[in-house]
């Protein structure tokens, strides 16, 4: 193809996803904070490290930062390509989507809130999901190009709706969370084998990514690894309450997990990896969950 | 194998799982509260349609009632063959199982709690899945017998432990069904197309049984075919309430999930499908979910 | 004194509320949306029903409008006198106030969220609280307007303050109502007689004032008044949920009260009081609270 | 009069209540575990300090223990007089009042679950409230003596009733305190003076016990006297999710709270005031509550 791809961040997960972009495409710009890492990818993997506003001047432009404030601030800072699009992987916040959207039009830039699932294992082998709001025929022309990087990709809706869904599926995963510890608790002061327990759940109607995954392999096994962190989990299901709270809708169970995520984050040290939310059932029920 | 079986109890799980015992067992008794559904079941499978005292004078004798308390008032009127293993499918309530087995004890018998989960495709297939409860040897010799049944077959702990088990499945089962709806109605009131998202959110850490299986099947379709009674699942997790109750924990999401099927329950008319709770729900926001 | 005084908004509180600023002050106008009233007003008690032009030209301006957003527009439309003291009664948003303060102050006026509590018959009474938030000498100034009106007026912060503690006790009163719903459907469905249970509850450690007054003067005896929408105790409690999620607090009750009021909200009709929310307990249990 | 009176279980409370017996009956019996204690209150009193066996000849029978436990087991150890009432103001089990009426009164002797409320300065000033359940020929008859030790005495219901009532009181207290903390909370994270606002909120619609009295007296000058220990909440709003769950009720908010007072009681040392409830919240949140 001919057209020029940027991508904007290169974090744990941006520095894996642009990595497959050279595959399908022959002008491939990366932009980082620290120029280091831009030249690194490149070297690596055949991308050209340019500066901001080389790579906001390409056809289609990635961004994956840490929140949608960064990318706000970013968007402001430069002069976009009239016609390009903006794909945002950022787990950002809908209602940031739903104002820069319109403001790029008027620039004549096409905005996407694109954000994926499947951490970076999922970035490595280009098996991420991508949950895409914003206009369908910047979607389609913007597919490709998400097709290097990710197996399922889908258009959720208009602006702020792929936020929405990824919010969505983070409240999810913590009150599944939050679900499990409740249930091994119970079953561990009942004397019952967890593990044993955990194999019949995940072959029954009570499975969830959370039974079959999360609690296995990290918190029966008490090693509680530092990938995704339970500050983002609370910023994420925030997020989630804000989104009920503007439609004026009664969600009980996802305001009373938000509140137990919240006070999990609170009690735990910066960093701690969100599994360690089982730990503040651990105290609150004097167990533990192994 | 020379041991005698029996079947108590041809209702729709326990007609098709005796149906498999004859492939393994040639002396197979079955019996049931009305003689003629015994009778068909002997003349379609090989089995023998035989008396109540009969039948609990096999070495296994497996039951699958409604309730613990059916079973107590069974096992209360007839004199059981000493050396037998009785193996009560019944989704029951794990102080009963506390209670039969020590009084079976004292007259031979060893009882174990073995609950399964898989619906009656998994009993018809064979597929089922068994969390028993119970002395492991008693495990041990009722094995065979069960694997004609099932595919995954587990010994979870000491009396109890099984129903306890199955009654921590239907509660996490519950509470992601209340998570799955206020998460759909949260993404249907921001305009996100529902069949999209949860295509994402199941390749996602947000899946769950029911995020892959009941919404899409039962809820966005509105079919909500009536295969598992709303009732019995607040049942179900009133018994998982009672087990927080019993060791003093806290759990709150438990505690508030517990309330809405409850709610649900009684909102709903008699005999409706579990899935209905999301009715509730679309009450509640004035939406619909799907 | 020689101050000139303002009241903007005669609804059923403001109304009440201006009747008594005439005998501390000789200026005192008055100005509503509907003229009508503001020259009633002005026959009934010697105010002086004036220009909106010239009520903001008083040396304190008082406000009542139904929302922080009818304030605020109120507010962009007029030139209001530099060194003037405005004092909002409206229940409003602490965010909106945390904005006023410094756009006005700019102008030469400041501004005090003082919204009020004590319902109509307080405000007839001049018996209401004012729970005020701003500068402490612009209360000091407003104080003897505010006692013509009120009799306890208690400066409790910065801007944003009164509106603060306005939405937290709208919030407990809301905690208070559900509490004492589930409460009384608990007693009722175990037989127990819920007039004498209340006075016992009253005179103890249980006691609020839903128990000593809500519930027996709206819900026992089936009246419901109209007096205070439960659409607006939805809006209220959002409020204050909207404060929880700002400081990134835990604070499970509320969330899950503001989750159930919500739900009560969309279920009842438009302009069903508060005490309604009963009703949907009774719904929910099949039972009625009297 | 001439009936005889007998009291038995001379605590804390116990002690202070029987003292007022002698003003209104001239035969009055005492009973304690520790013969010490009985022979102390006889001596400063004027009762008289009798054996087990003698206490429960008396026409009236006051029991006064730490739990129904304590009281079944006494009740089953005597032989208790033909015609006597057995007034037990232990704070007990609905489930327990149901069984022992029915058991006592084949001997003869009529049951009344009669808790009281007041605390010790209650017991102390004769001003308890007694809520009592059980047969109304008794309840009259009893009504004298109770009415030397209370106030405030009301026939609530049938057997259980009057633990009914204490134990919905009770939970009722735990969910106010926990709203309290928890809109404490939000007002300090704003700045708020908590002083001011409860002294607003105890003049509006938000009052209750907790915020007029155990917040200002115990949580907010850090005293946290232990005089009602979170344990023995813990218990009684046990009790009262027990009456919940029997009448397969929904009631979300007493659920929560429950939990909410579980995990407190497990974090706190043995002993502790239920105020210190708050410091929970102080941790979950990050602030304290003053």
Sequence with gaps: ???????????????????????????????????????????????HAVSLENAVQADIIFSCLPTSQDVEKLVASV???????WVDCTSGVPESARNLAPILLEKGVQYLDAPVSGQTIGAENATLTFMVGGQK???????????????????????????????????????????????????????????EAFDCINASSGQSGVTSSVLPNRVFNRSFPSTFALSLLAKDTGI??????????????????????????????????????????????KLTIE
């Design 137 to 195: 025929t910047a979607f389609d022309r913007a597919l490709p190009a998400m097709q290097t990087m990710g197996k399922l990709i889908k258009h959720v809706g208009d602006s702020g709706a792929g936020f929405a869904v990824k919010a969505v599926n983070n409240m999810l995963l913590a009150i599944h969370l939050c679900a499990a510890c409740e249930g091994a608790s119970t079953l561990k002061s009942h004397g019952v084998n967890l593990q």
């Design 240 to 285: 989630a309450l804000d989104l009920v709270r503007e439609s004026k809708l009664s969600a009980p169970i996802i305001a009373a997990s938000q509140s137990l995520v919240q006070a999990a984050s609170h009690l735990s040290e910066d960093g701690s990896d969100f599994s360690t939310l089982a730990k503040m059932y651990e105290s609150m029920n």
């Design 79 to 85: 002069h976009i390509k009239s016609g390009a699009i």
């Design 1 to 47: 193809m001919t057209q020029s791809i940027s991508f904007i961040g290169l974090g744990a997960m941006g520095y894996r996803m642009a990595s497959h972009l050279p595959k399908a495409f022959s002008d491939v710009r990366v932009w980082n904070r620290t120029t280091e890492k831009a030249q690194k990818h490149a070297q690596e993997f055949g991308t």
